[in-house]
């Protein structure tokens, strides 16, 4: 098998647990590097990025379009309480609770 060189900067600590682990479970740091980036690799989906920005632009248009109908719908809410609040306060004169 031929093989490459990898080299990578991790912090002290980092490198005390890697060789800990390396060390109980009887096997090299360079072995639990390959295992864990073979694992890693194989779970990424490829390309993906793509299809999450495909995916988040068709929410942000979702979003977009939908926006006008909310602010519209705030507004006739904005307007029913408003008048539902003339209502009442006219009761409440009519009824003098209120000057």
């Known amino acids: 098998m031929q093989t490459e060189r990898v080299t990578f900067l991790t912090t002290p600590d980092h490198k005390a647990a890697l060789d800990a682990f390396a060390a109980s479970n009887g096997k090299s740091v360079g072995h639990v590097v390959r295992e864990a980036t073979s694992h890693y690799i194989a779970q990424a989906p490829a390309g993906d990025d793509d299809g999450e920005e495909a995916e988040l632009a068709a ?5 977009n379009a939908a926006i006008p109908q909310m602010r519209a ?5 904005i307007e029913t309480l408003d008048a539902s609040h003339r209502k009442v306060d006219a ?3 009519e009824a003098g609770v209120r000057a």
């Open 59 to 63: 929410l942000v248009a979702e979003a």
């Open 73 to 77: 719908s705030i507004d006739r809410m």
């Open 91 to 93: 009761f409440l004169r």
